[in-house]
């Protein structure tokens, strides 16, 4: 199984937390491959923090190119980088 771990920090934090959330999980569901999705928000903001840490696990690493090529993957990824300042992720292999 592969996990994606994506951090996320957003120009406007307090505008845009709340949303990008929202959009976030409303994949749950939509793509098949999507085997599991977790969002967290930062709760305790500093210069160097992320405001959001997007979870995602998908069954093999084709699972995962197929999910981030979905039609709805693309489309939340639009807005979240209309709103993103940078991001970091991590994507490894659970054993």
Do not use: W
Not at 28 to 43: A, F, M, P, R, S
Not at 47 to 75: G, R, W
Request: charged share 25%.
């Amino acid at each position: 199984m592969i996990a994606n771990n994506v951090l996320l920090k957003l120009k406007n934090p307090d505008k845009d937390v709340s949303e990008v959330h929202s959009l976030l999980l409303s994949m749950k569901g939509k793509i098949d491959v999507l085997l599991d999705i977790q969002v967290e928000e930062n709760i305790r903001p500093e210069d160097s923090a992320y405001d959001v840490l997007f979870i995602t696990k998908f069954a093999s690493m084709e699972d995962l190119d197929v999910y981030l090529a979905h039609p709805a993957h693309l489309e939340v990824s639009k807005f979240i980088g209309s709103v993103l300042d940078t991001l970091a992720s991590l994507c490894y292999e659970l054993k």
